[in-house]
């Protein structure tokens, strides 16, 4: 099956400063990669997505690149806030069939 | 966002019972549930795939006995703990797929269910 790896698993920076958190995955067929935000106790929350025929997306601070050649994937957070502190989790799956997780980065922002 | 529901969000059972854990789909059809498993600031473990109307799809070393998984509609999935013991104590989400024509859209999450077996 599919094997989603991320790193750092933990990233400290300061306020303003950028965020960035990477993924690599194991089967050339998944298509679509979302990123998730889970603050503890909390259900994850879609942040952003990408699907494969798309190698860059932007939403305000956020954007995810995606090079399929090289199967990896990250997440950019600009100008971070304290509020951005938080676990982010990427994804993979084929068509919705299953979702595989990495392993979590927890990302703190400094005021 | 669509809103998926999970009830009970804590439950505290004594070991050998059987907790029942619900997920609802409050304002769309959900035709594919997924069943997560989460340890203490690990991530989410996939556990079973669960389509309306047919038998769940388990993953690789997920005892089907274990965890009954039942979809009878497409608003409603269950997650049956069988015979719980304290190794089974964890977090516990759902999340649904909002299925628009032919097209899947995202993945929506229940807020979980602390499961503390003692």
């Known amino acids: 099956g599919e094997n989603v790896e991320q790193h750092p698993s933990t990233l400290s920076v300061q306020e303003g400063d950028s965020a960035v958190i990477k993924c690599t995955y194991s089967?050339?067929?998944?298509?679509?990669f979302p990123w998730y935000k889970q603050e503890l106790g909390k259900r994850p929350q879609l942040i952003i997505d990408?699907?494969?025929?798309?190698g860059e997306k932007k939403d305000q601070r956020i954007a995810v690149t995606l090079n399929k050649t090289a199967k990896h994937f990250s997440l950019h957070i600009t100008e971070t806030q304290p509020e951005d502190s938080a676990v982010y989790f990427c994804?993979?799956?084929?068509?919705?069939?299953?979702?595989?997780f990495g392993s979590g980065t927890k990302l703190n922002v400094k005021p | 966002g669509a809103v998926v529901s999970q009830h009970p969000s804590r439950v505290i059972c004594k070991s050998g019972t059987s907790v029942k854990i619900e997920c609802r789909s409050l304002?769309?059809?959900?035709?594919?549930m997924f069943w997560y498993r989460q340890f203490p600031k690990k991530s989410l473990m996939l556990m079973a795939t669960?389509?309306?109307?047919?038998?769940?799809?388990?993953e690789q070393g997920v005892e089907k006995d274990k965890f009954l998984i039942n979809h009878a509609s497409l608003t409603l999935s269950t997650l049956t703990v069988t015979s719980a013991h304290p190794e089974d104590s964890s977090f516990y989400i759902c999340?649904?797929?909002?299925?628009?024509?032919?097209?899947?859209?995202?993945?929506?999450f229940g807020p979980g269910t602390r499961l503390t077996v003692l």
């Open positions: 089967d050339s067929a998944s298509n679509y």
């Open positions: 304002d769309f059809q959900a035709t594919t």
């Open positions: 994804a993979a799956t084929i068509n919705f069939n299953k979702f595989y």
């Open positions: 999340s649904a797929i909002d299925r628009a024509g032919n097209s899947y859209n995202e993945q929506f």
């Open positions: 990408i699907r494969s025929n798309v």
């Open positions: 669960s389509n309306e109307g047919s038998k769940a799809t388990y």
